[in-house]
């Protein structure tokens, strides 16, 4: 787990996310098409939409502020009170942020007649996206024994995965929106988890290769 804090890695995901940013929108011809393709898919399946308008919903405001700070919670309870502080600090600041990108960039959401209740924020980047990574990873990195970062790590993001793939088949982000929103996610949670490491609030994790045998008895 230690690539997320590595520098490289937090590089190539702020160059994805600016990329996102620079070439995807309305004036890109495989966002629309993409978004026409699942309009079409959207139109056959209304159980599967219906389903998917759920699904959406766990990376709501509500939904991760409110896991987030449970979480924070948690770990105070248990005496964790720099893991706590750090988790809280790591949501708060990402929605702080993620509002503030989204205001500055100010890219407009596909213009799809049949959406009844389009979000009025800006399009870029996504923040059920940004924020469900952010949040289920950083919960992973910091509040997981460090035995379970791993699995923990990865259903995170498989989560956030998910939710981000339900905006563009709901037809309220661009796919770019959504990639911006998920490079820019994990990308606040490695910075997180790697000022963890530095400060000492998060313990490092051993992991066990072979098994460990029994002293050589020497004669």
């Known amino acids: 787990m230690s690539n997320f804090s590595r520098p490289y890695f937090l590089a190539a995901l702020a160059f994805v996310a600016v990329m996102a940013g620079l070439v995807g929108g309305p004036r890109n011809p495989i966002d629309v098409a993409a978004l026409q393709w699942l309009a079409r898919i959207r139109d056959s399946s209304p159980h599967l939409t219906s389903f998917v308008a759920v699904l959406t919903q766990l990376g709501s405001a509500y939904a991760t502020l409110g896991l987030g700070f449970a979480a924070s919670l948690w770990l105070l309870w248990r005496g964790q009170r ?33 959406i009844a209740a389009l979000p009025q924020s800006s399009g870029f980047p996504s923040g059920h996206s940004g924020n469900s990574m952010a949040v289920f990873v950083s919960i992973a990195l910091i509040a997981a024994p460090p035995a379970w970062r791993k699995a923990a790590a990865i259903f995170a993001m498989l989560m956030s995965v998910l939710i981000g793939l339900t905006r563009p088949y709901l037809g309220v982000h661009w796919p770019s929106d959504v990639i911006g929103g998920w490079a820019f996610g994990l990308m606040a949670a490695g910075i997180a ?14 992991e066990v290769v072979g098994r460990h045998l029994p002293p050589v008895r020497e004669d």
Do not use: N, T, Y
């Open 82 to 114: 720099d893991k706590a502080l750090l988790l809280a600090v790591a949501v708060a600041g990402e929605r702080l942020v993620m509002d503030g990108l989204k205001l500055a960039i100010g890219r407009s959401r596909p213009p799809l007649e049949d």
């Open 193 to 206: 988890f790697a000022w963890g490491q530095r400060s000492g609030a998060i313990e490092a994790q051993h």
